[in-house]
């Protein structure tokens, strides 16, 4: 992808809620920011073993990553520094993507007040763990665009929508 996009590409990472983690999965459920913290390292430990040729030895507690098959070795490419974007809206997450990521996704119902003053401060603290500064740090953001052949049937959706949520 990085090749294709000739340097643009963007890794974006996220998680997925309990309930589908329980009942859609079938799997426990644990808080995703320790798991995403160290998945995020994981995959940085991965490209370095393959833009520099490094020995593939990272140890977590919940990944442990030791074997690099040559067949799926991409090696060195043009443009190695590949941002990761976190999905993020509580503050677990988001102090998470402060400390490992590049940037963070907010979701598209998150408003301007509560990315201003609950998600950015968490982003903050995150990164004062890593001792990390922001100033390339991207806060990215897909707007919702609801749409429909007419304004009844629009308002309609919308409503439907403000219920189930």
């Known amino acids: 992808m990085q090749k294709l996009s000739r340097g643009r590409f963007t890794l974006g990472l996220s998680t997925q809620v309990r ?25 940085r430990a991965v490209w370095d073993c393959w833009l520099n040729g ?9 990944y442990n990553l030791d074997v690099m098959v040559p067949l799926f070795n991409a090696g060195p490419i043009d443009h190695p520094d590949i941002p990761i974007h976190l999905a993020a809206v509580n503050t677990g997450l988001c102090s998470v993507a402060g400390e490992v990521a590049d940037g963070v996704r907010p979701y598209p119902v998150c408003t301007p007040f509560y990315i201003r003053e609950v998600m950015l401060p968490a982003v903050r603290r995150g990164a004062a763990k890593s001792d990390r500064q922001l100033d390339d740090f991207r806060v990215c953001m897909k707007p919702l665009i609801a749409s429909a052949p007419d304004e009844e049937i629009l308002e309609t959706k919308v409503q439907g929508l403000l219920l189930h949520r």
């Not at 309930?19 to 995959?43: C, D, F, K, S, T």
């Not at 490094?54 to 919940?62: A, K, M, P």
């Open 19 to 43: 309930v589908h983690i329980l009942r859609r999965y079938g799997i426990p459920w644990h808080p995703a920011a320790a798991w995403m913290r160290e998945y995020v390292q994981a995959v």
């Open 54 to 62: 490094t020995r593939l030895d990272f140890r977590g507690e919940h």
